[in-house]
Nanobody, 125 residues
């Protein structure tokens, strides 16, 4: 099966940076993967996604230009580099993987079959 584990969250001041990592096992090396976040009292929202080979990426408008998603398939890792963080970026961030091989990116959380437990990101003002 597929297991995902996030790391790299923490507390940072506004304007700072964090890099989240997602360690994957199983077949995810050939699957599209994404990052989603959920703030208290809010629904889960799309942040970024990357195709199985890294050739295509997608971002939410709220993070475009500040966040970068990239992957290293040899290491079975997916990363989310977050720069110029804002208090409204505070949330639990989760990585997700699609089960379909050679899959394209998707902004729909329902398109993803495997989820990590999440890592907390807190941005202070």
């Amino acid at each position: 099966q597929v297991q995902l584990a996030e790391s790299g969250g923490g507390l940072v001041q506004a304007g700072g940076s964090l890099r989240l990592s997602c360690s994957a096992s199983g077949r995810t090396v050939s699957s599209a993967m994404g990052w989603f976040r959920q703030a208290p009292g809010k629904e889960r929202e799309f942040v970024a996604a990357i195709s199985w080979d890294g050739s295509t990426t997608a971002y939410a408008d709220s993070v475009k230009g500040r966040f970068t998603i990239f992957r290293d398939n040899a290491k079975k890792m997916v990363y989310l580099q977050m720069n110029t963080l804002k208090p409204e970026d505070t949330a639990v961030y989760s990585c997700a993987a699609r089960s379909l091989l050679y899959s394209a990116t998707s902004r729909d959380p329902g398109a993803y079959d495997y989820w990590g437990q999440g890592t907390q990101v807190t941005v202070s003002s």
